[in-house]
């Protein structure tokens, strides 16, 4: 290849759309590339309900396979039943093959170590990358060395040990609706729930890659009326949705109200440490007053590390933390080898809400009430550097308290704020959130967004 860079590898994985970023020769590539950069005996593979996933999963396998690497097979799963996968079999590496929650057409690769230890950018995707730009692989071996694949397809050590983080006996006969949104988790919550008490109702559970019903993306707003409306017209004790592969959980009360991912990490921190007092969480910087609060009075640490997935992953192993959170859904817990779960989080609320009698709403108003936020405002911006600036200027007067951890924090007496670019994507992200008054929140939200404004008609009217 003569390029300098292949275009579906991104900061934390690989993803890009099929065949023209993606395809079977690539993947065969990246395991080839894989092998030569880690030098594995053993790998892990999985894949999604994309109609591209067992192509290019083969493909991934056989160039492996070609480079003397056995592989254990684990089928259609969700990526953390990779994670799970990996150090359960002791496995030195496991490969996702997912996009998640990007629309159809697209197709990706999550890429992990031996310990389900995260592969990005820093950490030996750049190398892998390099390799296949470089045609720098190993020789192939002869036939008589090629890897062998084993089918572990069986999903029951996974499921014993999700279970291993609640106790049966607590839980009550609670109603569910959850909504797989025809990805991965309809077959695994299938498995799990014969384990439980539950009364369950089912939306888009059938696996199904062509998406019948839309992206299976929690996060857009119109995704979430059909999982509200089922709640409610079931009088169920709450709902869930999960992304394509299972690795974020969104939850809804009893209202068929949408629970911030926010105040889940708080919740969740406290939960866990009321059975382990003193242990240190791990959060991300976008919105922190909530989640510092429970923590304290739970009598934890609270610890902050930049956003992103492989970021938590690295302080909750450096601190030995025993959990980690991001207000966008994503929930990482020690004994789940330091990696994320779409799956244990509503677990660990289903026995808080059997335990205390409380609902769902109940658990989470009062933080709603002390600490109220904005949630995630997205700004299309041609020169983000040029904004942040601005913001910084502007409030300078204040003299708030900065960090630059993860883009711009302000942190102020009666609110504060996050501003940061995506890595992915000409945008903007802003996360705003007071002490006790949602009134600030709009108020602050709307003196940003002028500058935003301001800034983004200045630089577009320069360009007309």
Not at 63 to 92: K, M, Q, R, W
Not at 93 to 114: D, E, F, Q, R
Not at 232 to 239: E, L, N, P, W
Request: hydrophobic content about 35%.
């Amino acid at each position: 290849m003569t390029q300098d860079k292949i275009d579906c590898f991104k900061a934390y994985d690989i993803r890009g759309k099929v065949p023209q970023e993606l395809n079977p020769e690539l993947a065969y590539n990246i395991g080839r590339a894989y092998a030569a950069e880690l030098n594995p005996k053993v790998m892990v593979i999985g894949f999604d309900i994309r109609l591209e996933s067992p192509e290019i999963a083969q493909a991934l396998s056989q160039g492996l396979i070609d480079s003397g690497v056995n592989i254990i097979d684990i089928g259609l799963c969700g990526t953390e039943e990779v994670y799970f996968a990996t150090p359960h079999y002791n496995a030195d590496g496991g490969i996702m093959v997912t996009a998640s929650h990007n629309p159809k057409g697209y197709n990706g690769m999550k890429l992990v170590a031996k310990g389900s230890v995260p592969i990005s950018g820093d950490s030996g995707l750049k190398h892998i990358e390099q390799r296949i730009i470089n045609n720098h692989f190993n020789p192939k071996v002869s036939a008589e060395n090629k890897g062998q694949i084993h089918q572990k397809t069986n999903k029951d050590a996974y499921i014993e040990h999700l279970l291993t983080y609640i106790d049966i006996s607590d839980l009550k006969p609670l109603k569910l609706v959850v909504n797989a949104g025809n990805g991965s988790a309809g077959p695994t919550f299938t498995e799990l729930a014969k384990k439980l008490p539950f009364e369950v109702v089912t939306i888009h559970h059938e696996v199904d890659g062509n998406f019948p019903n839309g992206v299976p993306n929690p996060m857009i707003i119109e995704n979430r009326s059909v999982t509200t409306d089922t709640v409610i017209a079931q009088k169920a004790d709450f709902g869930i949705a999960w992304d394509g592969d299972f690795d974020r959980c969104f939850l809804f009360d009893e209202k068929g109200q949408f629970i911030e991912g926010y105040y889940l990490v708080g919740l969740l921190a406290e939960t866990l440490l009321t059975h382990s007092p003193g242990e240190k969480i791990i959060h991300d910087p976008r919105l922190t007053w909530n989640t510092i609060d429970q923590v304290s009075k739970a009598g934890g640490q609270a610890i902050q590390s930049k956003t992103g997935h492989a970021f938590i992953k690295e302080r909750m192993r450096k601190e030995d933390a025993i959990y980690g959170g991001e207000m966008s859904a994503h929930h990482y817990f020690r004994d789940f080898f330091y990696c994320d779960s779409g799956m244990i989080p509503w677990l660990l609320i289903a026995e808080l809400i059997s335990k205390t009698g409380k609902t769902l709403s109940q658990l989470v108003s009062e933080r709603v009430q002390a600490f109220p936020c904005s949630g995630e405002i997205n700004y299309t911006v041609s020169d983000s550097q040029a904004i942040l600036k601005q913001i910084r200027t502007h409030f300078s007067k204040e003299s708030p308290l900065v960090d630059e951890t993860d883009g711009l924090s302000l942190e102020f007496k009666k609110w504060r704020m996050n501003i940061r670019s995506s890595n992915t994507e000409p945008l903007l992200r802003l996360n705003v959130e007071s002490r006790g008054n949602p009134g600030l929140v709009r108020q602050k939200v709307a003196e940003i967004e002028n500058i935003i404004n301001r800034i983004n008609h200045h630089i577009y009217g320069n360009l007309t």
